[in-house]
């Protein structure tokens, strides 16, 4: 099984943090997060996305320093970095979920 990478959040720019929440399909999944404290890729699935499409959302997520994965038995579970990303880059998490369209 591949190794999961998480990003210490020093390390991630605003500009990673930008691109992963400038994605409709990641805003929605960081909406579901809030909402489920986690969340494998088939419950994270968006109007029919591809389980493949929405994997790749994570890694995208996962990068940026947003989602934290676990591997539970053969599921791979996501939660969000809130309380992380919020003292990295204060208030920019709360700024667009409310002005998610």
Do not use: Q, W, Y
């Not at 969340?39 to 699935?45: E, F, G, P, Q």
């Not at 996501?78 to 979920?97: I, Q």
Request: some cysteine.
């Amino acid at each position: 099984m591949d190794r999961l990478v998480h990003p210490d959040l020093k390390d991630v720019s605003l500009a990673a943090a930008l691109h992963a929440l400038a994605d409709p399909v990641r805003l929605d999944i960081i909406s579901r997060l809030v909402a489920c404290p986690s969340l494998n890729a088939s419950t994270a699935c968006v109007d029919g996305t591809p389980k493949s499409t929405i994997s790749n959302h994570l890694n995208v997520l996962r990068a940026a320093g947003l989602v934290e994965t676990s591997v539970e038995g053969r599921e791979r579970i996501n939660r969000l970095r809130c309380e992380d990303f919020n003292a990295r880059f204060p208030g920019l998490l709360p700024a667009v979920l409310a002005n998610k369209a």
